[in-house]
T-cell receptor, first 115, second 114 residues
């Protein structure tokens, strides 16, 4: 069965510092990994995805994520945090060889950036 | 290009009633998926439609149903509403079903059951 774990409910970072939001996954085949962000009273916004190839994926708003197959991780990173990055972040996974579009989401990590 | 739109944005219903939510996908997208988001259960997959056919279904009771029209617009129906159905219902569209396509989400419909 596919699953995603986000071990931290909340991450607090000072503005200007680097940030990392952790994600580990479990799938039966090759993973197709996503990060989405949710602002208050909004739907989910797509940040980036990993399908295959380069382990470092660059996405929207200066975010990037590193795929690590041996550690089954896909951590989200940003070199310098902004107050406007404060939001709820979701890691998600799908088996790319499945015909289903169903995405399994992690429980979410609330990112709080202090000025 | 317009994004995924969902109507209505907010709904208040009472127990026992039924409700229909609507989702219009991004132009050219033929796959529509529905998710329920609650504080306790997080984001859970409801079902997916592609070319007017339900392809996958999550672990929800039969009170939850949906359909897709020939123009790819989708509706979700919940009958005999329960208090626990209060949630944010999110719709997502993709060009195709499965594979490597990205799902893009709408703003959601906030359903409150009293």
């Amino acid at each position: 069965a596919q699953s995603v774990a986000q071990p931290e409910d909340q991450v607090n970072v000072a503005e200007g510092n680097p940030l990392t939001v952790k994600c580990t996954y479990s799938v039966s085949g090759n993973p197709y990994l996503f990060w989405y962000v949710q602002y208050p009273n909004r739907g989910l916004q797509f940040l980036l995805k990993y399908i295959t190839g380069d382990n470092l994926v660059k996405g929207s708003y200066g975010f990037e994520a590193e795929f690590n197959k041996s550690q089954t991780s896909f951590h989200l990173k940003k070199p310098s945090a902004l107050v406007s990055d404060s939001a709820l972040y979701f890691c998600a996974v799908r088996d790319i060889y499945s015909s289903a579009s169903k995405i399994i989401f992690g429980s979410g990590t609330r990112l709080s950036i202090r000025p | 290009k317009a994004g995924v739109t969902q109507t209505p944005r907010y709904l208040i219903k009472t127990r026992g009633q039924q409700v229909t939510l609507s989702c219009s996908p991004i132009s050219g997208h033929r796959s529509v998926s529905w998710y329920q988001q609650t504080p306790g259960q997080g984001l859970q997959f409801l079902f997916e439609y592609f070319s007017e056919t339900q392809r996958n279904k999550g672990n929800f009771p039969g009170r939850f149903s949906g359909r897709q029209f020939s123009n790819s617009r989708s509706e979700m129906n919940v009958s005999t509403l329960e208090l626990g159905d209060s949630a944010l219902y999110l719709c997502a569209s993709a060009r195709l079903a499965g594979g490597t396509d990205t799902q893009y989400f709408g703003p959601g419909t906030r359903l409150t059951v009293l």
